[in-house]
């Protein structure tokens, strides 16, 4: 089991930038593909960025491709989300997940076994 941690949230101006992190612990943490997701008001929890095991492979929803950059440090137990050029859209709770299986970089909520508590993101206009 893997407990997540996320933090680095808060508000700031549409154009600007956040870098959320998100601390891991327990079992081994590279054995873990992490991803991102967020959840605004009254909508559905959506997929953000995947990255692999050894983060040698990465996925982007459309909306954030070319904006966010995830990243992780395996020495560190953290993932982080790089958030460049900010839009009031992106307002929402970040969520940090954790998936342990070996078969699949997955972008489908459902599947992923652990969450942290979220952060919450604002992007004023």
């Known amino acids: 089991q893997v407990q997540l941690v996320e933090s680095g949230g808060g508000l700031v101006q549409a154009g600007g930038s956040l870098r959320l992190s998100c601390a891991a612990s327990?079992?081994?943490?590279?054995?873990?593909?992490m991803a991102w997701f967020r959840q605004a008001p009254g909508k559905e929890r959506e997929f953000v960025a995947v990255i692999s095991r050894r983060g040698i492979i990465t996925y982007y929803s459309d909306s954030t491709e070319g904006r966010f950059t995830i990243s992780r440090d395996n020495a560190k137990n953290t993932v982080y989300l790089q958030m460049n050029s900010l839009k009031p859209e992106d307002t929402a709770v970040y969520y940090c997940a954790a998936d342990a299986s070996a078969l699949r970089i997955s972008r489908t909520v459902q599947q992923y076994e652990y969450w942290g508590q979220g952060t919450q993101v604002t992007v004023d206009s």
């Open positions: 327990g079992r081994t943490f590279s054995s873990y593909t």
